[in-house]
């Protein structure tokens, strides 16, 4: 339990990781990834070599500190990480670890004149109170998803039963429990973890789940990225008939219930969680308006399905944009989407409950239009598909 010299000392170092924490929670994570190999499946290293990594570690110390007299201002950043933390199956164990080189990187980073012995138990103490929450909360959400109808603990193996080329980027992966017993049913918006044997190396990816859960299989659909190691060996790889292992269905960012009517925007492979959110929308009288940007054509997924949707249910307008042409497919605009654009295609009424996904600029984008158009703060939704930012 932390005293109050001890929350002073720890509010006293809020300067020094707004000048420094980047560098801190760089120097952290080469540390441990070299020292303690068992941890390594657990971070993606694309995002360690972009350093978004750090960034979003970094700005979580930094929260936490600021907030240490007030834990609960955090708001929804506490179980955005308890939902990552589970996807991957982060346990007990690992804490030990983490806490250990964090203290050590402060110690060398800031140097023994700045981190003192007093500054390091200060920073011990306030660790062992945040792992201990994490500890508690993802463990209710552990023996939560393994007690519910469909769930498990841990890993369970999956087989791929089918697989469908979506675009030129993206391929659709249906997984099916090999063991033939029902699956915990998925919230619209949610992701499930993936782990994976690559060239003798284990991997851990999340990804999101792009159809609503019938019980019996997932869908996620995945993006090639260029030099992408767990997305490239997904799609040239993995072949129907092999099996994997997956995580339960995990994630805060799903679609409330609510009368008001939906829009759902998206950029690129950011329309995957919005079609499990689009099925489920369609099942209720709210008027939808799906909106898509895509950088052409070519690249474009699910339009037939969206389109057949949209002919059967006179409640769903929907409204692409393409970056460029490419003669394959028209679109409702060229170019990139605007603010005047985006107040075409909203409904009159700013009173909406707005979720949008995409690149961290597209984002940022999407957020000042939806303010700048009058919707209201709390009412526009977001998540990210790698670590946390700021969207300024």
């Known amino acids: 339990m932390l005293n109050a010299e001890q929350r002073a000392i720890i509010k006293a170092t809020v300067p020094l990781l707004e000048s420094g924490g980047e560098a801190l929670t760089t120097h952290f994570y080469k540390m441990m990834l070299s020292e303690f190999p068992e941890v390594r499946p657990l971070f993606n290293q694309a995002h360690q070599a972009s350093g978004d990594q750090p960034r979003a570690l970094a700005n979580g110390v930094l929260m936490y500190a600021r907030h240490i007299d007030q834990l609960e201002q955090l708001g929804g950043l506490v179980g955005q990480i308890i939902n990552k933390h589970v996807a991957l199956q982060i346990l007990p164990e690992h804490y030990p670890i983490v806490g250990s080189c964090l203290l050590r990187a402060i110690e060398e980073v800031l140097g023994k004149e700045i981190a003192t012995a007093e500054v390091i138990a200060a920073w011990a103490a306030a660790y062992g109170q945040l792992a201990d929450i994490l500890i508690g909360a993802e463990e209710n959400l552990y023996q939560q998803k393994e007690e519910a109808v469909g769930g498990w603990r841990g890993a369970r193996e999956f087989r791929l039963v089918r697989r ?229």
């Not at 299989?217 to 092999?242: F, T």
């Open 164 to 392: 469908e080329q979506e675009s030129s980027e993206i391929v659709s992966f249906y997984f099916a429990p090999v063991d033939g017993k029902p699956v915990l049913k998925a919230e619209p918006g949610q992701y499930i973890g993936l782990k994976l044997d690559i060239d003798g190396q284990e991997q851990r990816r999340n990804y999101s789940l792009s159809a609503l859960c019938d019980g019996e299989q997932y869908r996620i659909s995945v993006k090639r990225e260029a030099g992408g190691k767990v997305s490239n060996y997904l799609h040239d790889g993995l072949m129907v008939g092999d099996t994997l292992q997956l995580f339960p269905p995990s994630g805060d960012f799903t679609l409330a219930a609510s009368a008001k009517p939906l829009v759902l925007i998206s950029g690129g492979v950011g329309i995957t969680p919005t079609l499990a959110m689009l099925e489920a929308a369609l099942k209720t009288e709210r008027p939808v308006h799906f909106i898509h940007c895509a950088r052409n054509g070519a690249v474009h997924a699910f339009r037939d399905w969206i389109d057949g949707l949209a002919a059967r249910h006179p409640q769903l307008k929907r409204f692409y944009c393409y970056a460029e042409e490419d003669g394959s497919q028209a679109a409702d605009a060229v170019g990139l989407l605007d603010q005047a654009l985006l107040a075409e295609w909203l409904p009159r009424e700013r009173d909406i409950d707005a979720y949008f996904l995409g690149p961290k600029g597209f984002m940022a984008a999407i957020k000042r239009q939806l303010k700048g158009l009058g919707v209201p703060e709390g009412q526009a939704r977001y998540e990210f598909f790698g670590p946390a930012a700021a969207l300024e």
